[in-house]
């Protein structure tokens, strides 16, 4: 026990509950027993131990309330009739509270184990305190080295008890930010964003933001809470025509991909091209091929080999495969045959990467996402078998987070797209090598399960869909899955947190950001009301007037005559 932590009794263990893992209590406090608090009790062990079961509410049920004659009459308050005869309303509501045990805390292991010890009927239960729910759920404090401080916990006041993640497991075992549209779900990316760039962790993170949510980030240029010494995190952004990709990192899937209504034979034909270009000039970061090289290994086809055996008969095939591929790429904003994304200037510690998509084809969008991260995966890899030192392209000497936004567009359910593979890869073995990722969605049901199963930490939200609901439910540990019942109750800015980023799954109130958020929902009734606005209206009247020219000097003339 925690010295000079006065113990609060609130209630009597009745028998066990449905589940092995679960006991019932009876209580008459109605106050301190809510769905998601934790409470405890004492069970004694071998060697004279004495631990402090701890479980946490998921089950509340009124077995004996007020007579319903009592209520009849709106107007005049229950007490006031339960005193008229004698009876205390404090004690006329019974409540059976169901607990799922979580078990004893281990500070030598940092974690929670379960005993097996029941809980036995007649046995006390007890409201475990802030300063034991502070020592107990977060696996770091606040401003500690490896913490993310997130918010705090929400049975309890504001700050009373925060919740402070493990950066080490958000960032190696990936995580998974779900929620419905409105429910701050960017919101909370933002927290865990400035929690990654704090003196006490310095990450290297790259953000793919298809909407342009996140360029407030540069706020924290000049915020003083991330300033620390000589250390300034800096926030680059990278807006659409700024983003680059050089052709020669394109798998063949990729361009296939982007090539619509191909025909078999011009697969094959692209193909053949493909793999005679990477014969004699390489893959990858050592490719130095362009799309003239492609093409003109296309349009060779035409006139045969050595041995005079061509595709003559097939011209109109290599035709049109010439015209699709001129048509993506000739003119291209964003693939390039020099141009690239430089891995040493997208990742660095202590800094934030913002590749703003918005503008860019989806499908643009999905090549651009998996050429990125199959270079970053490849960089990582070579670095840490040591194929790659200073001054190789692939060289990339520390760990990385990349947060993909909208992230069922780059691995949804149902649908094969070419990023999905690629993150696949690194969501199975990325730990290995330290490249981490983050997803944020608004659908879970439209995301790859194979990916969010991937995810060992999730952030859930407000989900009211029941397809998204089912969806969550079967990658969620087992001892959060009844929080889930809380799902379509909660609001703005609560969220509950589960996985391995957390000692036992809690129900979170997300802190203040430091800097603004960006992606505010749009007031659409003030915008209309300001169209009407004095000034407004002024202003669209000098845009609209026509041009009157003055009359020059002497009065009107004809034909340069005074009339």
Known sequence: MIAGMEEILVGTVKGPGDHPHEYVFITTDNRRTRVGEFVYYHATGGADQTWRIVGTITVRRLVRGLPDSFLTDPQTPPAEVSSLLGLSID?????????????????????????????????????????????????????????AHIGSLLTRQSDEVPIVLAVREVVSTHLAVLASTGSGKSYLAGVLLEELLMPHNRAAVLIIDPHGEYGTLQEIHQHPAFQEGDYHPEVRLYTPERIKIRFSSLTEADIVYLLPEMTEKMRTYLSQAYRALINTRGRGERGLWSFQDLLDEVIAQKYGDEDGKGSGGNVSTIDGLEWRLRRRFEQSRIFSDHENLDLADLFRPGQCT??????????????????LLRRTNKARVATVRGNAGVGDDSYLPYPVFVLLEESHRYAPAGAKVVSTDILKQILAEGRKFGVGIGLITQRPGKLDQDVLSQCMTQFILRIVNPIDQQTIASSVEGAGRRLLDELPALTKGQVIVSGVA??????????????????????????????????????????????????????????????
């Not at 009927?121 to 696996?139: F, K, V």
């Not at 503008?359 to 050429?371: L, T």
Request: glycine share 10%.
């Open 91 to 147: 004690n006329a509501e019974i409540y059976e509270i169901t607990v799922e045990t979580i078990g004893y805390f281990s500070e030598q292991m940092g974690d929670f184990i379960n005993p097996r010890i029941p809980a036995v009927p007649g046995q006390q239960i007890y409201l475990a305190s802030n300063d034991m729910l502070t020592e107990m759920l977060s696996p770091r404090r606040r401003g500690e080295p490896g913490g």
């Open 354 to 371: 913002i590749l703003q998509l918005s503008d860019i084809d989806e499908h643009e969008q999905q090549v651009i996402v998996g050429a």
């Open 502 to 563: 957390i000692n036992t799954p809690v129900l979170c109130q997300v802190r203040k950001r430091l800097t603004r958020h960006g992606g505010e929902t749009i007031d659409a009734p003030a915008e209309w009301q300001s169209y009407f606005a004095p000034t407004r209206v002024a202003e669209r009247a000098r845009r609209e007037a026509p041009l009157i020219r003055p009359e020059p000097k002497g009065g009107p003339k004809v034909g340069g005559i005074d009339i």
